[in-house]
């Protein structure tokens, strides 16, 4: 029974559409994020939802919106997909803020050709 | 800027050996400190922390140590097993916040 799942796990799509990826977590989870690692293999931190307030927003694009219906789900919108964007993106989750371990999500790649 | 900072990218021990995986970090507000393993194609999952009040954190073949005045922590596998082949991650978190800041990983391969 998969703690935090993420689908789907490989999407190849052309530049300029737009795409969602989906997360969900059964752990009871307050905290959920997605973190995005980039070619240079460098894991960081996109969003991250409390209790489906967003409290983190690093220097993401717009085009990026993750979106949260509740607490076990957190979605990740991204308009306009550019060749920069292909990376694999990893939904994660933990039980609050702070000194806590995260639970990934085994990873989408996304490919923009 | 890169706050944590694992300067080997690959290491190669041979299989009932130890391995020693490095990590610095310059943020000297984080205090809680976590090791990820990663098998491809799958998410990092969680190993072992420690939090910044200990030096030395254990778990079965899994010890952390940590050493604040050097801003280095070190995570040692003994004895290694071929299984723990995978890229190692180290993170950390700010005092009284989150995310976890990652390093770039270090990938491990232990010979049989």
């Known amino acids: 029974d998969t703690a935090v799942s993420q689908t789907p796990k490989y999407l190849v799509t052309q530049m300029g559409n737009d795409k969602s990826i989906k997360c969900e977590q059964n752990l009871g989870h307050d905290t959920m994020y997605w973190y995005k690692q980039d070619s240079k293999k460098f894991l960081k931190i996109m969003f991250s939802?409390?209790?489906?307030?967003?409290?983190i927003n690093e220097t993401v694009p717009n085009r990026f919106s993750p979106k949260s219906p509740d607490k076990a789900h957190l979605n990740l919108h991204i308009n306009s997909l550019e060749l920069g964007d292909s990376a694999v993106y990893f939904c994660a989750s933990s039980q609050n803020r702070g000194r806590t371990e995260a639970f990934f999500g085994q990873g989408t790649r996304l490919t923009v050709v | 800027d890169q706050q944590v900072k694992q300067n080997s990218p690959s290491l190669s021990v041979q299989e009932g050996r130890i391995s020693i995986l490095n990590c610095d970090y310059t943020?000297?507000?984080?205090?809680?400190f976590l090791w990820y393993k990663k098998y491809p194609a799958e998410g990092p999952t969680f190993l072992i922390s420690?939090?910044?009040?200990?030096d030395k954190n254990e778990d079965g073949r899994f010890t952390v140590f940590l050493n604040k005045s050097a801003k280095h922590l070190s995570l040692h596998i003994v004895p290694s097993q071929p299984g723990d082949s995978a890229v190692y991650f180290c993170a950390a978190i700010e005092r009284g916040n989150t995310p976890l800041v990652f390093g770039k990983g270090t990938r491990l391969s232990v010979i049989a």
């Open positions: 939802y409390n209790n489906k307030e967003l409290i």
């Open positions: 420690i939090s910044s009040i200990k």
């Open positions: 943020n000297s507000m984080f205090d809680y």
